[in-house]
């Protein structure tokens, strides 16, 4: 494919490119000016540096093949008896760990080879050589930019080359400022800061030591060390090293062959396949994620042991009256054995009892027969802000302390099953307890906290809880249902519910309720609740689905 002749050809005609460099494409972008005839020969010089390119691999430089670089390595150390690995790298352009790693192939047959560690100096471009190298320096893209015709210093120094390509280009005498002008004093220059970078890139040693020290001077290469390999022959050297083999096959044990066979050394220290096991439920995944999102955001787990729980902690200490709809059967599975629920703290029972019979702390209360008998029954708890009451009470007990707390756990609802209801499910629980604390601290804990699980698409809407004032529910957009979905409540405790607990008057907490199975469902795209339970869960549904994959 090479055609030296032909390339030759081309760079008389297009002098511009210097040696045989390899221009890029932002080569054309970072030059300031193009010649009308650069313009007209630059699509068909696109062409040519593909030419180029081989014609600098096959002519100027020897790339090895690495398919059986250690035999080739045996080959060449049988010629030359020692060699350093970052010359030989060097000089078969090869990537230096690939020959290191050939050589540590090559240890493992005992006796072949000898190895020293040595550590060797080596000059690397910096990322601003890279660029200059790539590019060209700053003065020569100065001396190109004021062309023939001459600039404007103005607009030089808007350039990002322009202000230390305007100092060197004045330094070597290449151009020359009149009243804010500048013209060309040299009629051709050469960017030799450009060449040596270039030489130096690949290794040449054809720089000279001044040049090596102002270029270091200019910041762009400096000196690293690497560590490298000499290598000679060991004991046993060969060059034809017995083929081994990996794997001790039936057939080989059958025929009696291994006898004659060398077996690879074991690699105790190489990593085993993974098996595919077991994944994470795609519900349980979501839920490790509301975790790190809480702890992330400084929250900190509450404890959730209890499903059965009294209708004290359940209902009566949010305040909850005891005529409420939601404490009726419909709504709430009771349980029977053991039916009720006997040690309750004493006073704050007494506290709970009268906010509701006949109200306190600034309430009117609800104003009616409040019965002992109602609040002992033992139901399965139907939130969790069961557990929120109790941590806040303890709060209380403890003193108060500025707190953020979480829970995630089962929760149940004598609910009819369909699409997006189930009888049992989780509850994302959250309260911060605070002074100052308002509804706009909690619309902005909501954005963040969705924001990270990658649901942007929210809306708020005003609803009531007993114990909470203001409250509000949280929708998000479910792609695939096409509709508004609810995934959580929300809202400021009432002082009816945190006065009694013995928190101080001027702490607000504010509390949130989520679904952990709604958000599950919108980010893997599942569209029926009850796929997320049981053996139904269809995987191909949750891998393959396009709103997000599922990472196994
Ligand atoms: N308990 C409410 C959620 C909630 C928690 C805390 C404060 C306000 C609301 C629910 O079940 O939906």
């Known amino acids: 494919m090479t055609d030296p002749d032909r390339l030759n050809q081309i760079l008389q005609d297009q002098p511009y490119i210097e040696g045989f460099v390899q221009p890029s494409a932002a080569d054309f ?74 050589i540590k192939s090559l240890l493992a047959n005992e006796g072949v080879l000898t190895t020293k560690d040595v550590t060797e100096k080596r000059l690397e471009l910096t990322n601003e050589g890279v660029q200059f190298a790539n590019e060209g320096s700053p003065e020569y893209l100065v001396f190109e930019f004021v062309g023939t015709d001459g600039a404007a ?35 051709e220059v050469t960017d030799s800061t450009r060449k040596q970078l270039e030489s130096l890139r690949i290794g040449s040693s ?81 839920r490790s994620e509301f975790r790190q999102i809480f702890f992330s955001m400084g929250f900190s787990e509450m404890a959730t042991n209890r499903y059965v729980e009294s209708s004290f902690w359940n209902f009566d200490a949010l305040f909850q009256p005891q005529q409420h709809p939601a404490r009726d059967a419909h709504d709430t599975f009771f349980v029977s ?35 002992i008998e109602e609040a002992q029954k033992n139901v399965l708890r139907t939130h969790t802000t069961a557990v929120s009451a109790r941590q806040l009470y303890q709060l209380a007990q403890e003193g108060f302390r500025p707190s953020k707390l979480f829970s995630i756990d089962r929760v149940f609802r004598n609910e009819t099953l369909d699409a997006t209801h189930l009888a049992e499910f989780h509850q994302v629980e959250g309260v911060i307890a605070e002074k100052n604390l308002s509804l706009a601290h909690l619309i902005g804990i909501f954005t963040e906290f969705f924001k990270k699980l990658g649901i942007t698409n929210l809306r708020f809407k005003p609803t009531y809880n007993p114990y909470t004032e203001p409250s509000m529910e949280i ?55 009850r796929d997320l339970f049981g053996s139904k869960i269809d995987l191909n549904v949750v891998y393959n689905n396009p709103i997000c994959r599922l990472d196994k």
């Open 29 to 102: 972008s970072a030059r300031a000016s193009i010649t009308e005839k650069e313009l007209k020969g630059r699509e068909h010089l696109e062409r040519w540096f593909q030419h180029l390119s081989s014609f600098e691999m096959t002519a100027e430089t020897d790339v090895r093949s690495t398919e059986n670089l250690p035999q080739q390595i045996l080959d060449f150390l049988q010629e030359s008896n020692e060699f350093n690995s970052i010359q030989l790298a060097q000089q078969w352009n090869l990537d230096h760990q690939k020959v290191i790693g050939a």
């Open 153 to 187: 210093q103005a607009d030089i120094q808007k350039k990002p080359f322009g202000k230390i390509g305007m100092a060197k280009a004045m330094q070597f005498k290449w151009v020359s400022v009149d009243k804010g002008r500048v013209v060309r004093q040299a009629t």
């Open 475 to 529: 929708f998000a957009y479910h792609q695939g249902l096409t509709k508004w979905v609810e995934i959580g409540n929300s809202g400021m405790f009432r002082p009816e519910m945190l006065l009694p607990m013995g928190l101080p008057a001027d702490v607000n907490v504010a509390g949130y309720g989520l679904s952990l199975e709604r958000p599950t469902m919108i980010k893997y795209g599942i569209n029926n609740i």
């Open 337 to 371: 054995d053991p039916a009720i629920s006997t040690k309750f703290p004493e006073d704050y029972l007494e506290r709970v009892k009268t906010v509701h019979s006949k109200g306190g702390y600034g309430s009117a209360g609800y104003n009616y027969d409040w019965k």
């Open 206 to 286: 054809d720089v000279s030591e001044n040049e090596k020290k102002e270029l270091k001077k200019r910041k762009l290469i400096s000196e690293v060390n690497i560590k490298a390999l000499v290598v000679s022959k060991g004991t046993s050297f060969t060059t034809s090293l017995a083929k081994q083999e990996a794997d001790l096959t039936p057939e080989m044990i059958a025929s009696g062959s291994w006898k004659d066979m060398q077996f690879k050394k074991y690699n105790f220290d190489s990593l085993g396949v993974v098996p595919s096991s077991g994944h994470l439920h795609p519900l349980m995944k979501v």
